[in-house]
């Protein structure tokens, strides 16, 4: 039994070890990161993907439009986002989201929109709106889930391929 014990206490030590390098190795990727986005971006957060993989999510903010961007730090900041929400403000009633750019299924979408829904918060823009284009049906069961996950309003139109969606904060 003690020799069952001393391997599996070993199995586990070395799993430590390997995750506390990962974390460390993460870590001083952020620190270059972080350094190389704050020349041009203003950097708003840093979080953890649901692959517990750190993140660093910065924005780039105009009268105009808002984008919402996500870099990992897994590998070196060679000037371009991992994951992006691309929207536009439309009027000081709405946020419309044009392009949502990036892998599915790590986690940074939920980042991002998270993000998004506080810049309209901290704007006072009371409604994030966004469509449902035909080019989405190849995903549009991944779409809706996400949207439904974040609490948005979802209108489709399945004979035309179209749609609508709208989130508006609870009060």
């Known amino acids: 039994m003690s020799q069952v014990r001393t391997k599996e206490e070993e199995t586990n030590r070395e799993e430590l070890q390997e995750n506390l390098e990962d974390l460390e190795f993460q870590v001083f990727r952020m620190q270059d ?28 903010e105009t009268q105009d439009m808002c984008k919402i961007m996500l870099t990992d730090c897994d590998s070196s900041f060679r000037g371009q986002w991992d994951f992006s929400i691309h929207a536009t403000y439309q009027d000081d009633h709405s946020i419309h989201i ?47 889930h996400f949207y439904e996950k974040h609490d948005f309003e979802i209108d489709v139109d399945y004979e035309e391929k179209c749609g609508e969606i709208k989130w508006y904060p609870h009060n």
């Open 33 to 60: 990161n972080l350094k190389e986005i704050a020349k041009k971006w203003d950097v708003i957060g840093i979080e953890q993907s649901k692959e517990d993989r750190w993140v660093i999510v910065y924005a780039d």
């Open 98 to 144: 044009g392009d949502i750019k990036g892998p599915a299924n790590k986690g940074y979408g939920s980042i991002c929109m998270d993000y998004l829904k506080e810049v309209a918060l901290k704007h006072n823009v009371p409604c994030i709106k966004g469509d449902l284009a035909e080019r989405d049906w190849d995903h549009l069961n991944r779409l809706l």
